[in-house]
T-cell receptor
């Protein structure tokens, strides 16, 4: 079992839909949880950054962390065609300089 | 543009050749990371620098790989005797840690160097 599991999709939704993206993990030491967006032939771009359990909202994006279930989610409200990209979850145990562990990424396509 | 810059964007080489990639981090960032990403996978950590010191290396980083960050500024990643399995996107990221012990995992990535080994 990999440390971080993420359904690769692809996921196709119509414009305006609510999108739910998820990752599960096995390492209970993970404390920092991130979501990155990656457009084709580009590097990942940080979208959301959360520490420990709870919710964080930023515009149309909401990140949720449930450490008891080792499960994190990213919700996108009112999805737009410009949201079409690969979404990568990433996490770390918070030791200085420790590498981020990434999921495989979920490819999202939003049609107009 | 003040983001992370990587050069070249694309590199095609023959098996057995040496290649070198360059990364220029965001100017005030003191940490610099190299990751590798293959098609359909998330980035995998290779190595990381705090200023000029290379502090951590992944098991993925074989003896054919070497990275440097002279004077804590730009970094280079060299692959010697390339193999077809080295074909991947090589990503550089940087971050700012105000103290050596600070945990700061907000990484800012460059657009990567796509390596194809024929």
């Amino acid at each position: 079992q990999k440390e971080v599991e993420q359904d690769p999709g692809p996921l196709s939704v119509p414009e305006g839909a609510i999108v739910s993206l998820n990752c599960t993990y096995s390492n209970s030491a993970f404390q920092y949880f991130m979501w990155y967006r990656q457009y084709s032939r580009k590097g990942p771009e940080l979208l959301m950054y959360t520490y420990s359990s709870g919710n964080k909202e930023d515009g149309r994006f909401t990140a949720q962390v449930d450490k008891s279930s080792k499960y994190i989610s990213l919700f996108i409200r009112d999805s737009q065609p410009s949201d079409s990209a690969t979404y990568l979850c990433a996490m770390s145990d918070g030791q200085a300089g420790t590498a981020l562990i990434f999921g495989k990424g979920t490819t999202l396509s939003v049609s107009s | 543009d003040t983001g992370v810059s990587q050069d070249p964007r694309h590199k095609i080489t023959k098996r057995g050749q040496n290649v070198t990639f360059r990364c220029d981090p965001i100017s005030e960032h003191n940490r610099l990371y190299w990751y590798r990403q293959t098609l359909g996978q998330g980035p995998e950590f290779l190595t990381y620098f705090q200023n000029e010191a290379q502090l951590e290396k992944s098991r993925l980083l074989s003896d054919r790989f070497s990275a440097e960050r002279p004077k804590g500024s730009f970094s280079t990643l060299e692959i010697q005797r390339t193999e077809q399995g080295d074909s991947a996107m090589y990503l550089c990221a940087s971050s700012l840690a105000r103290r050596a012990s600070e945990v700061n995992e907000k990484l800012f990535f460059g657009s990567g160097t796509q390596l194809s080994v024929l």
